[in-house]
């Protein structure tokens, strides 16, 4: 049996991963911590509850990481907190850098301390900067990075903090960065669910100016399948990317959602553009899929649909979380 700590738990991510390994891996422990902010909430662990130790605190709390880590034997610490919406980084970088950065380096700290196998940290494919629309150019696990917002910063220098404890400190690490993840329980600021609800409720969707941005897309539980691998077979000090090559732009996943909930195409409205607002990104995933065997599972078009469709299905689930942003976009 092995006890993994996953932080975020409560999140988007997180709690998919948590339902994700005890589906898979139902002789372990699962000690679930999330600080509960606005995005994050207990009702997306409901189902599993029982089968959890939750622990409410933060990342950046030493003494109660530290005790937690001791109390249950941790042996793997999965580290999915985050704050992680660009746009609210614009108005509150610090508290980014709060979270992400000494928040990071305060959990390996406690890790390093309580002597665990493995920590395991998410990372995103922003921390490369961005691509041309026009360009044939992908990241690799080697590209510099070049972070242009304080979200995406505050993210390299978490990955940075991590990789300098596995050669300080010889930390048993390993890192995925993922390209952008969509699914079922993610909080309504995020732009699928975002133009999902608005469009369920009669609302405009707020499109960027720069709308032919355009993302590369994994489902969620493609992108917990991933960690599985790395930490069942990743290489210690090793990053891997999780990518699928597929692409979608702003304006392209609006026109899903139309199509999806058919709505007209006048819902679309055009706004400013956030400031540092990056063009493209796009992971080269080779990596995983030579090492590790792992390839992604979800075809995009059925699982976009079948995401519109959930939020379609579960009003109250994001109906209480509307008024919870601190951003509207616009």
């Known amino acids: 049996m092995t006890s993994l700590l996953i932080t975020g738990a ?57 005790r937690t880590l001791a109390e249950h034997g941790i042996d793997w610490v999965v580290n999915f907190a985050a704050e992680s919406h660009n746009s609210l980084a614009v108005l509150d970088p610090a508290r980014f850098f709060r979270t992400n950065v ?21 990372s995103t494919c922003e921390v490369y900067g961005d691509l041309m629309l026009d360009s044939d150019d992908v990241f690799t696990e080697d590209s510099p990075y070049r972070p242009r917002t304080p979200y995406n910063a ?75 691998a790395v930490l069942l077979r990743g290489r210690l000090g090793e990053t891997y990317h999780v990518g699928t090559g597929v692409e979608a732009s702003v304006e392209e996943i609006a026109d899903r959602v139309i199509e999806e909930l058919h709505l007209s195409r006048s819902v679309k409205k055009y706004v400013p553009d956030r400031p540092g607002h990056d063009r493209r990104y796009l992971l080269d995933s080779s990596k995983i899929r030579d090492e590790l065997g792992w390839q992604p599972q979800i075809d995009f078009d059925a699982g976009i649909r079948e995401t519109v469709r959930w939020y379609a299905d579960n009003r109250a689930w994001w109906e209480p979380l509307v008024g919870r942003s601190p951003v509207v976009e616009g």
């Open 10 to 66: 409560a999140g988007f991510i997180g709690s998919h991963f948590v339902r994700y390994w005890l589906r898979r891996h139902p002789e372990d422990r699962v000690v679930a911590l999330d600080a509960l902010t606005y995005a994050g909430t207990e009702t997306n662990l409901a189902d599993v509850r029982d089968q959890i130790v939750f622990v409410h605190g933060s990342i950046g709390d030493e003494e109660l990481v530290s």
């Open 102 to 122: 000494l928040g990071t380096q305060s959990l390996l700290e406690c890790s390093r301390r309580a002597g665990v196998a493995r920590f395991h940290h998410i």
């Open 154 to 228: 505050s993210k390299a220098a978490a990955d940075h903090a991590v990789r300098a404890y596995h050669e300080t400190f010889e930390l048993p690490v390993t890192l995925t960065n993922c390209a952008n993840n969509y699914g079922s329980h993610q909080f309504p600021e995020k732009v699928i669910p975002l133009f999902t609800c608005r469009g369920l409720n009669g609302e405009p969707l707020p499109l960027y100016a720069s709308s032919e941005n355009r993302r590369e897309w994994v489902h969620v539980l493609d992108h917990c399948s991933a960690v599985e």
